[in-house]
Nanobody
Framework: QLQAFGGGLVQAGGSLRLSCAAS????????MGWFRQAPGKEREFVFA????????NSADAVKGRFTISRDNAKNTVYLQMNNLKPEDTAVYYC?????????????????WGQGTQVTVSS
């Protein structure tokens, strides 16, 4: 029901925009989040946006470089990633949680997409 796409290979300093499209149900009442998992590491929180768009949380590692937005009419959430660094390399997952708060913990999310690979070369 959630499909993330837009990943790829980019050089350090470059940009990518990830999209997460929902199908089968409307996620306008859900908080949407992005997480990432690098090889050998646990899945970590990146960004979240509340159902209204008024609440946003982000990880310190991406502050000032990534932004999140959502288009409830299109049932889609976006992650704009600028000034990418090699340490941003990971599989990026989108998720939906039935809450009004921009939650940051994985166990608070109810639905997960399949992930899209982002590789940043130095």
């Amino acid at each position: 029901q959630l499909q993330a796409f837009g990943g790829g290979l980019v050089q350090a300093g470059g940009s990518l925009r990830l999209s997460c499209a929902a199908s089968g149900r409307t996620f306008s009442g859900y908080t949407m989040g992005w997480f990432r998992q690098a090889p050998g590491k646990e899945r970590e929180f990146v960004f979240a946006i509340s159902s209204s768009g008024g609440g946003i949380n982000s990880a310190d590692a991406v502050k000032g470089r990534f932004t999140i937005s959502r288009d409830n009419a299109k049932n889609t959430v976006y992650l704009q990633m600028n000034n990418l660094k090699p340490e941003d390399t990971a599989v990026y997952y989108c998720a939906a949680g039935y809450t009004a708060v921009a939650i940051t913990t994985t166990d608070s999310y109810d639905y997960w997409g399949q992930g899209t690979q982002v590789t940043v070369s130095s």
